[in-house]
């Protein structure tokens, strides 16, 4: 493969992952990484390949439109794959316009752009862009999403992105843009910015800190390593079939008190404590606004059609993850200084 591959929010938790993925496996291939460096963005996720001789990082805004066309022109992408969003659902509730800006007019600037700088030829190019299990809504306690459930968005964040999934089959059936689509299920691993949970709480057990569980910690949500997902987004960058969507799942459903059960004992082995000590910092806190109960992903279709499957059970890569964080203290004290302190208040203080 020798092409000039955009990937737009690769600064961010997966797209650092996609992007190292991308420059080891094809040197060939030029990798673009376009970030704003939101409070998400963090260029300490890529400083093993930041002086690669196939990557190169480009500071700017999706929602800039005059900006995005200029990169297209100067380095004539053959592919993009776009990752770039506001991503998480507690910061959607308290401001939704951010994630209209981003993930909705940034992915058309994107759509544009490529539709512009490709239209003399579409061939060898391909839009492909990255979206979650949450454009499909909440699950009761039986089925899966599957590529053909309808969309039905509870949060500004999941509409948001349902909205921009839209936007490109639109640009697909009216202008013929090569485009493919992938929905994954909650995604974990090293560099997640910890106000999800998983790294929020190992930080806060490690801090002997408060575990806020929403509600009564009933929600299910299906769990996939990040490098995984990483792998998935591979594998349908080059072998996906375009205008297909693709869902990628863990076929790993876990009630959120479940996994948080796991994730005490795992730390405290971990941390020298006894067993039962960080569960005693189990706190239930007021229930996220319009909180979807449970989802659940059928990755059947990218299993048969492209082979892909997830390659770690949900034990070791919480011991992966696990580790990570509290190996690179470094990394979480950075991200954890300054600005994160008023968004915890924000978030939880009187919940
Ligand atoms: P993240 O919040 O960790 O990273 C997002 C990145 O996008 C950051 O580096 C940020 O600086 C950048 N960004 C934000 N606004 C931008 C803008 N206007 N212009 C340029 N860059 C901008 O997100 P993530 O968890 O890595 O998610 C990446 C993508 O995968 C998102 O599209 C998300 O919807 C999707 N997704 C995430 C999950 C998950 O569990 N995290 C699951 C399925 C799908
Ligand atoms: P999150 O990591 O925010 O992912 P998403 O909402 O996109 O699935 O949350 C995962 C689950 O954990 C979700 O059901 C909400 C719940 N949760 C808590 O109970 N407490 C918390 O502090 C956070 C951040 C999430």
Redesign the pocket.
């Known amino acids: 493969m020798k092409k000039n591959i955009l990937i737009t929010g690769g600064a961010g938790f997966i797209g650092s992952h996609v992007v190292r993925l991308f420059v080891n496996k094809y040197p060939e291939s030029k990798i673009y990484n376009l970030d704003k460096l939101t409070y998400a963005g963090n260029l300490e996720n890529l400083k093993d390949i930041e002086h690669r001789e196939n990557y190169t990082f480009i500071k700017g805004d999706i929602v800039d439109g005059e900006f995005i066309g200029l990169l297209f022109d100067k380095y004539k992408f053959d592919g993009v794959i776009h990752l770039a969003a506001e991503s ?3 910061r959607s509730i308290a401001n939704p316009m951010e994630f209209v800006m981003t993930n909705v007019i940034g992915t058309v600037n994107l759509l544009n752009a490529a539709k512009v700088h490709w239209k003399d030829d579409f061939r060898g190019k391909l839009f492909y862009h990255i979206s ?1 299990d ?1 454009v499909y809504g909440s699950l009761g306690e039986e089925g899966l999403f599957s590529e053909t459930t309808a969309y039905d968005p509870h949060s500004p ?1 999941s509409a948001a992105k349902a909205s921009s999934d839209h936007f490109v089959r639109a640009y697909h059936d009216t202008f013929g843009l090569p485009t493919v689509i992938s929905n994954c299920s ?1 995604n974990y691993g090293a560099n997640q910015f910890p ?4 790294p ?2 190992i930080n806060n057990i490690k801090n002997n800190k408060p575990l ?4 009564k ?1 009933e ?1 299910v ?1 299906d769990w996939l390593y990040v490098e995984d997902h990483a792998n998935a987004i591979d594998v349908i960058f080059n072998k996906g079939k375009i205008g297909e969507t693709y869902n990628i799942g863990g076929n790993n459903e876990w009630t ?1 008190i479940d996994l948080i059960k796991v994730l005490c004992k795992v730390m405290d082995k971990k941390l020298g404590r006894e067993e039962g000590t960080s569960e005693k910092l189990i706190t239930f ?1 007021k229930d ?1 606004a319009g ?2 109960l449970r ?1 659940a992903i059928d990755s059947s279709k990218l299993q048969k059609e492209l082979g892909w499957k997830p390659s770690l059970q949900f034990e070791e890569g919480i011991e992966k993850t696990t580790d990570w964080y509290l190996n690179n203290q470094e990394w979480l004290d950075n991200v954890t200084s300054g600005e994160y302190k008023k968004y915890y208040e924000e978030m ?1 203080e009187g919940r």
């Open positions: 998480h659902v507690d979650t949450e964040y909650n106000e999800k949970l998983i929020l709480f806020p569980v929403y509600g910690g929600n949500r959120n806190v996220r909180h979807d989802y939880y």
